[in-house]
């Protein structure tokens, strides 16, 4: 991929360019030319670009790469693209080069005295396609890992999001039917798989929002002959684990999906106050997160990754979770809104569906209001003091990003592109931009890190910190300092849901 992350190429480098065969002769003298063969006369085979993805915002990286066939003038895989918009598997079948020396040495020639980059004149670094097959299609989204491949009868079986971006489910498409795509899991709930090698038997975990996990096993079996996935047929051999509903069912979160002004859709979770009143207006967290490659809200049953909603809620608290525009499964126009703008575009929606929710239950007691998140949504917590201070009374911001230009560039770049390309953009996005607007009030700001955290690191936090104490601004600060980016620690985690009760209880 290049560095702007919007172009990606498939190369098939062949195995004997991996292996040195012995030799007792002298070693070629600094700058003698090539001859293109090993030392025992075999000769090396050329690399070559089988396949080339382009996008205009950038190309997410998945693991859906599956071979079928590799004969001397063609090679044939499996591959998903998001080149409709959504993520869908396609047949490619892709034209190879001949294994010439001369061919070799002429290409090789073509490269190193090619002045572009790219090195447009040279056959072997352009894609031939000899066909493409698109296996799925639609406005929904082929998951981007795990594809299993049923050789003997050309089945595929994939996982994917065609029911409801909220819900994973097991699909199988037949190479010799494509685009008749069929649903071998049930609707409502959603499901993690695994197959055994020759695709007869799958393991099946599958839960939802009020049901817990259950494990199953199943065999696959196929009743018509002609390969069709209508006549795949999966028999249960048993349970591994069986879920059922909780001890307390209502304590389950609700799933809303309130549409924005604009008609767009999204998704919100919601935690009631376990000590539930009709016609009382409670304290409410927003807990966010808000960044790209994440997804919040959807049809499973969390359990352990939710115990910090369950005890704020137990506490008397509303706790809410949105997934706004930028957030993944839901194509590449929603993910890609907030390209070259992470930080301004966000809090719009969230703050949008707070404010639906809050008039659409009656509970929301809109002048308590806290916003709360870890990495991204630390940085999204930050900005939410700044951008809309009216509406949140504190901010509690974990391991936040302060600087677009202090990230991880791989990750950074990707979405906002290189900095001198978009200077305003990084600018607009960082918080040390708003020093100025950070309350005068004590006790709406906590900031909290982990001392060593290895992927935002401390000087993002150090820098933000001295530039509140240049503006002499209030803000509380809590240090982890044997901590790294997620809290490994029983004792740090049990301080630091201590800290954050109580800075709400005292505060909001």
Request: with cysteine; glycine share 8%; proline share 5%.
């Amino acid at each position: 991929m290049n560095r702007l992350q919007q172009r990606l190429e498939v190369v098939l480098i062949p195995i004997d360019n991996f292996c040195e065969p012995y030799s007792s002769g002298p070693s070629s003298p600094a700058g003698e030319e090539l001859d293109w063969k090993s030392p025992l006369g075999q000769t090396i085979s050329p690399m070559q670009v089988i396949y080339r993805e382009t996008s205009a915002t950038w190309v997410n990286v998945h693991d859906l790469l599956h071979f079928l066939d590799v004969t001397p003038t063609t090679v044939s895989f499996l591959w998903a693209s998001e080149e409709s918009g959504f993520r869908h598997l396609y047949l490619v079948t892709s034209s190879l080069l001949g294994n010439s020396v001369n061919g070799v040495r002429d290409e090789m020639s073509q490269i190193s005295s090619s002045p572009d980059d790219s090195h447009t004149n040279t056959a072997n670094l352009h894609p031939r396609i000899v066909n493409k097959v698109a296996l799925t299609g639609g406005e929904w989204e082929v998951l981007g890992r795990n594809l299993w491949m049923d050789s003997a009868r050309q089945i595929i079986y994939f996982q994917g999001l065609r029911e409801s971006p909220l819900e994973k489910h097991l699909y199988a498409v037949s190479l010799r039917s494509p685009g008749n795509v069929s649903l071998l899991t049930k609707r409502g709930y959603s499901y993690t798989v695994d197959f055994n090698q020759d695709c007869t038997i799958l393991v099946q975990t599958y839960c939802n929002i009020q049901e817990l996990p259950t494990c199953e096993v199943k065999s696959v079996t196929q009743t018509c002959t002609n390969g069709s996935v209508n006549g795949l047929v999966l028999t249960s051999l048993g349970f591994l684990l069986e879920g059922g509903a909780p001890e307390n069912p209502h304590y389950c979160p609700s799933i809303y999906n309130p549409r924005l002004h604009n008609g767009e859709v999204l998704y919100a979770m919601v935690f009631k106050p376990h000590n539930f009143t009709l016609g009382v207006k409670y304290p409410t967290i927003l807990n966010v997160y808000g960044g790209p490659e994440v997804q919040t809200v959807n049809n499973t049953f969390k359990g352990m990754r939710q115990l910090r909603m369950h005890m704020l809620a137990a506490q008397g608290y509303c706790v809410i979770c949105v997934d706004s525009r930028g957030s993944r499964h839901r194509g590449v126009k929603f993910e890609s809104y907030l390209r070259c703008r992470m930080g301004t575009v966000e809090l719009a929606d969230q703050v949008e569906v707070l404010k639906i929710l809050a008039e659409q239950l009656g509970y929301i007691d809109m002048n308590r209001v806290a916003i709360h998140g870890w990495s991204y949504g630390g940085y999204l917590s930050l900005m939410g003091l700044v951008q809309y201070p009216d509406v949140f009374r504190v901010a509690i911001a974990g391991a936040p990003v302060t600087n677009w230009e202090y990230y991880d560039t791989g990750y950074t770049e990707r979405y906002m592109n290189l900095p001198e390309n978009n200077r305003q953009g990084y600018t607009a996005g960082s918080v040390l931009s708003y020093i100025n607007k950070f309350p005068e009030e004590e006790n709406r700001l906590l900031i909290i890190h982990g001392l060593i955290d290895e992927n935002v690191h401390f000087f993002h936090t150090s820098q933000l910190i001295n530039c509140l104490i240049k503006a002499n601004k209030p803000y509380q600060l809590q240090v982890y300092p044997n901590e790294r980016h997620s809290l490994r620690n029983l004792e740090a985690s049990k301080h630091y849901e201590t800290t954050l009760l109580s800075f709400l209880q005292n505060n909001l």
